[in-house]
């Protein structure tokens, strides 16, 4: 029930949003393009999230692997699309890395090399993002005050984040001093074990994959090709309108757009989303258009992720009345 209604919500401000924008952006235009909407570019552009769904579970279980853990391809494809349903009905998509560990956890690994999975994920991704953004603000350009102090701020958090797990793991004593801390936090001797315990799972999976650079690039390569593959949606969208598809300022404003999703204010950063890509793309789209661009999308990348996030999440539920 609760999932119920934050999913509701998340929608409902989502759906809110973009009227809003439709409403102040509606032109003849706006229907003229509605009227001769090419749906084989709008196949292609849900095409491309699901090749996102597909690259992410991919790239989740070759992680799995390279711990010794086998993970089936159909029961990596489930914990990518539950974990993308509870992303996207909680602040800044913060409760899909846990259920991820426990989805892991529940198949038989441990709960430190869970979450290193998990980490190692989250990490891949925001190198992503930086190392892409500033090459692609400076190579277009493009929104130059705005997406660089996005990417300082996003720099120094995730600069202050792989500090302080470095602290954390660099040393078996440091390991040890930091879970004695949480142990007198919880006033729990055997959670301070437990969770000692973990953190040498978790700092003996990092060291193994930080060993392996040849597979980091690997990884790092899938974490490219799965965000390439949602950051062209709004390209692929604007070719079905019979717009310019403005490639490579998409893909910029799309890389701003990722980061700001992750302020936790609302169920996947529904509303702030919206209100970023109508801000970001009314520099080089028509505003006759732009409504239509941010609903189609919004429909692609988030509402979808809920629809096949909560079939994947109940699936047991589902089997059972179908059976």
């Known amino acids: 029930m609760k999932n119920l209604k934050s999913a509701t919500?998340?929608?409902?401000?989502?759906?809110?949003?973009?009227?809003?924008?439709?409403?102040?952006?509606?032109?003849?235009?706006?229907?003229?393009?509605?009227?001769?909407?090419?749906f084989a570019f709008l196949a292609l552009a849900i095409l491309l999230q699901?090749?996102?769904?597909?690259?992410?579970?991919?790239?989740?279980?070759?992680?799995?692997?390279?711990?010794?853990?086998?993970?089936?391809?159909l029961s990596s494809i489930q914990i990518t699309l539950s974990s993308m349903f509870i992303a996207a009905i909680t602040p800044s998509s913060a409760g899909g890395e846990p259920l991820r560990v426990k989805m892991l956890s529940d198949r038989g690994m441990g709960v430190g090399e869970s979450t290193f999975v998990v980490l190692t994920e989250r990490v891949l991704d925001s190198l992503f993002f930086i190392f892409a953004l500033p090459i692609f603000l400076i190579f277009t350009g493009f929104a130059t005050d705005l997406g660089y102090r996005v990417a300082f701020v996003f720099l120094?958090?995730?600069?202050?984040?792989?500090y302080a797990l470095y602290e954390i793991l660099r040393s078996e004593e440091n390991l040890s001093k930091f879970a004695r801390w949480s142990?007198?936090?919880?006033?729990?001797?055997?959670?301070?074990?437990?969770?000692e315990k973990e953190l040498r799972n978790l700092r003996k999976g990092a060291l193994k994959l930080l060993s392996a650079p040849f597979y980091l690039v690997i990884l790092f390569t899938l974490t490219a090709l799965m965000w390439s593959a949602v950051f062209l949606i709004p390209s692929i969208i604007l070719l079905s309108f019979g717009q310019n598809p403005h490639f490579m300022l998409s893909?910029?404003?799309?890389?701003?757009?990722?980061?700001?999703?992750?302020?936790?204010?609302?169920?996947?950063?529904?509303?702030?989303?919206?209100s970023s890509m109508a801000y970001l793309y009314s520099n080089f789209v028509d505003l006759g258009v732009l409504g239509s661009l941010v609903a189609v999308?919004?429909?692609?990348t988030y509402h979808l992720n809920i629809i096949f996030g909560a079939v994947s999440l109940n699936s047991g539920v589902f089997k059972k009345f179908f059976r």
């Open 9 to 38: 919500l998340g929608i409902l401000i989502s759906l809110i949003t973009t009227l809003i924008i439709f409403k102040f952006t509606e032109s003849s235009l706006t229907w003229e393009v509605l009227s001769r909407v090419n």
């Open 50 to 73: 699901v090749a996102f769904w597909l690259i992410w579970a991919l790239r989740l279980g070759m992680i799995s692997r390279y711990l010794g853990f086998y993970l089936p391809f």
């Open 156 to 162: 120094v958090l995730f600069l202050l984040f792989l």
């Open 183 to 195: 142990g007198r936090i919880f006033r729990k001797r055997k959670i301070s074990e437990r969770f």
């Open 251 to 274: 893909y910029t404003a799309q890389l701003i757009i990722i980061i700001i999703s992750l302020i936790p204010l609302t169920p996947g950063s529904s509303g702030i989303v919206e």
């Open 297 to 300: 999308w919004r429909f692609i």
